[in-house]
């Protein structure tokens, strides 16, 4: 079974910082690309920022120049470094993990639990 677990949420006051982390666990034959996705209350889910196993990142145009992405292709780790938060980036933050389990088997995404970042206004 594969787990991808994050940690690293909590309460900053607005303009504060975070660090979240993401760990896929388990029998994975190769990790293409790991993302941060996040769910505010009342509204969907929406893409953060995404970073494939070379290295090439994607952000949301809200969160570009405040986070940043890193990663450890040896750990099956992303990092997700959240600077000047604002009082809308509160949500929850859901990691996703795009892989194969085997040679022959299919790409698939799983998914964290969540964890939530709350930035009061």
């Known amino acids: 079974q594969v787990q991808v677990v994050e940690s690293g949420g909590g309460l900053v006051q607005p303009g504060g910082s975070l660090r979240l982390s993401c760990a896929a666990s388990?029998?994975?034959?190769?990790?293409?690309?790991m993302g941060w996705y996040r769910q505010a209350p009342g509204k969907q889910r929406e893409l953060v920022a995404t970073?494939?196993?070379?290295?090439?990142?994607n952000y949301a145009d809200s969160v570009k120049g405040r986070f940043t992405n890193s990663g450890d292709n040896a750990k099956n780790t992303v990092y997700l470094q959240m600077n000047s938060l604002k009082p809308e980036d509160t949500a929850v933050y859901y990691c996703?993990?795009?892989?194969?389990?085997?040679?022959?088997?299919?790409?698939?995404?799983?998914w964290g639990q969540g964890t939530q970042v709350t930035v009061p206004s």
């Open positions: 996703n993990a795009d892989l194969k389990l085997g040679i022959g088997s299919r790409r698939t995404y799983y």
């Open positions: 388990g029998i994975i034959f190769s990790i293409y690309a």
């Open positions: 970073m494939t196993s070379g290295g090439s990142t």
